[in-house]
């Protein structure tokens, strides 16, 4: 198996940009998850998919923020426009979790992406 | 909601020698996983370790191990034989019935030949 798999894996755009960023899950994983990483705050939930469906989106910091799962092997994270403050790195990490079976709660991660809003 | 602790923020320890890295962590759940995973300067985040809360038994890895306290709420990791690929940053997770991670804000390994 591939892993889950991030594109890009850099990013550098100017403040006021859209960026989108991409995520493929691992093959036969229901949930997936968007975090991001940055020195001051560490690793931040930003939401969670459960079959397709946006489960918990308290972590999204604003209105700029917003991200799909149009289907089972396919997410994005979009942020427009884009601020300096967004500069982090991006993670994606998906689990074959079903309700009820906690030995599946184990999150693979992708590589991420590493954001940098000038 | 959980909290995770993760009380040295960096440490280092000398090639082939063993280094404990410390979590303690606040629920008030009662079934629930705990993790370890390691990011290295490749910023790939590794799942090391898991421990499942019902079980007394430490998880073990190779060289990776763990001391489950329960009723500490406490969460240890050993690596013994410490390689120099061990260098990166450690992350202690809790894992709840809802498929949610909590992470410690890490720990910064350097392993020194």
């Known amino acids: 198996d591939a892993g889950v798999i991030q594109s890009p894996r850099h990013e550098v755009t100017e403040m006021g940009q859209e960026v989108t960023l991409r995520c493929k899950p691992i093959s036969g994983h229901n949930s997936l998850f968007w975090y991001r990483q940055t020195m001051m705050r560490g690793l931040e939930l930003l939401i969670y998919?459960?079959?397709?469906?946006?489960?918990?989106d308290s972590g999204m910091p604003e209105d700029r923020f917003s991200a799909k799962m149009p289907n089972a092997s396919f997410s994005t994270l979009k942020i427009q426009p884009s601020e300096p403050r967004d500069s982090a790195v991006y993670f994606c990490?998906?689990?074959?979790?079903?309700?009820?079976?906690?030995?599946?709660?184990?999150?693979?991660f992708g590589a991420g992406t590493r954001l940098s809003v000038l | 909601a959980q909290t995770v602790t993760q009380s040295q923020p960096e440490m280092s320890v000398q090639e082939a020698e063993t280094v404990t890295l410390s979590c303690t962590y606040d629920t008030s759940e009662s079934n629930y996983y705990l993790f370890w995973y390691k990011q290295p300067p490749s910023r790939q985040m590794i799942l090391v370790i898991r421990?499942?809360?019902?079980?007394?038994q430490n998880a073990t890895e190779n060289r990776f191990s763990v001391n489950f306290q329960k009723a500490a709420k406490s969460f240890s990791l050993k690596i013994s034989d410490s390689q120099l690929g061990d260098t990166a940053m450690y992350f202690c997770a809790f894992g709840d019935a809802g498929n949610m991670l909590t992470f410690g804000g890490g720990t910064r390994l350097m392993v020194k030949p």
């Open positions: 990490a998906s689990s074959p979790w079903t309700s009820g079976d906690l030995a599946k709660n184990i999150q693979y």
């Open positions: 998919f459960n079959n397709n469906v946006p489960i918990d």
């Open positions: 421990q499942e809360a019902y079980k007394q």
